[in-house]
């Protein structure tokens, strides 16, 4: 059973603060992770992805990839309460379907 | 240029009753998923259609669910003998699916709620 999981929260940081997402997976050879931000009552819109190890950044969004740890995860620096939303963690499981799992969200709340 | 887009926006059914769902996705993109979200939930995948290979309908709930895409573009959701737990927002989103760097990111339409009374 390939998973990708994710700590539920809700995190809670305060404006100005690094968030910190992460999300797991199961299957070695996954290669290719994306990072989703869905607000309530929205459908999901992509922030980034990432296939190699190491940092990827984009604007206040840094994305990690381990690839040998089966971690990837997502900063987000200078928090602003607009970030808000429910974070999703998906992975591109190579099979013959290349089939992209989902992982259950992480709920963030910024603090004003 | 246009993005994925669903009808009906919202339905409302009675049990037992059929419901059909479609999704227009972005033009030349292969591949298309159907997910459901219950309120507060994540995302349940339900099915995958790439190409023209044979769909993967590993998460279809049951067989009241069937869909299907027509010459590689629209798709239809059906949920036959609707119950009252069927009452979610269906999502469909597509992707390129052209082996470039992003192609497999997922443009989600705004999906279509459905309340099964």
């Known amino acids: 059973q390939k998973e990708v999981e994710q700590n539920s929260g809700p995190l809670s940081v305060p404006e100005g603060a690094i968030a910190s997402l992460n999300c797991t997976y199961s299957?070695?050879?996954?290669?290719?992770f994306f990072w989703y931000r869905q607000y309530s009552g929205k459908s999901p819109e992509l922030i980034m992805f990432?296939?190699?190890?190491g940092d990827k950044e984009d604007g206040r969004f840094t994305a990690q990839l381990n690839k040998a740890s089966q971690y990837v995860s997502l900063l987000i620096r200078d928090s602003q309460p607009s970030d808000s939303a429910t974070y999703l963690c998906?992975?591109?499981?190579?099979?013959?379907?290349?089939?992209?799992?989902f992982g259950p969200g992480t709920s963030l709340s910024v603090i004003p | 240029g246009a993005g994925v887009s669903q009808s009906p926006s919202n339905k409302v059914t009675e049990k037992g009753k059929d419901v059909e769902l479609r999704c227009d996705p972005i033009?030349?993109?292969?591949?298309l998923y159907w997910y459901r979200q219950s309120l507060g939930q994540g995302l349940e995948f339900l099915i995958y259609?790439?190409?023209?290979?044979?769909?993967?309908k590993s998460g279809l709930p049951s067989d009241r669910f069937s869909a299907e895409r027509t010459g590689g573009s629209v798709s239809t959701l059906t949920i036959q003998r609707t119950q009252q737990e069927d009452s979610a927002v269906y999502l469909c989103?597509?992707?390129?699916?052209?082996?470039?760097?992003?192609?497999?990111?997922?443009?989600f339409g705004p999906g279509t709620r459905l309340t099964v009374l």
């Open positions: 299957d070695r050879g996954s290669q290719s």
């Open positions: 033009s030349g993109h292969t591949a």
């Open positions: 989103a597509s992707s390129p699916g052209a082996g470039l760097a992003g192609s497999d990111t997922q443009y």
């Open positions: 259609f790439q190409g023209n290979s044979a769909p993967d």
């Open positions: 998906a992975v591109i499981f190579r099979t013959s379907y290349d089939k992209v799992i």
């Open positions: 990432i296939y190699s190890n």
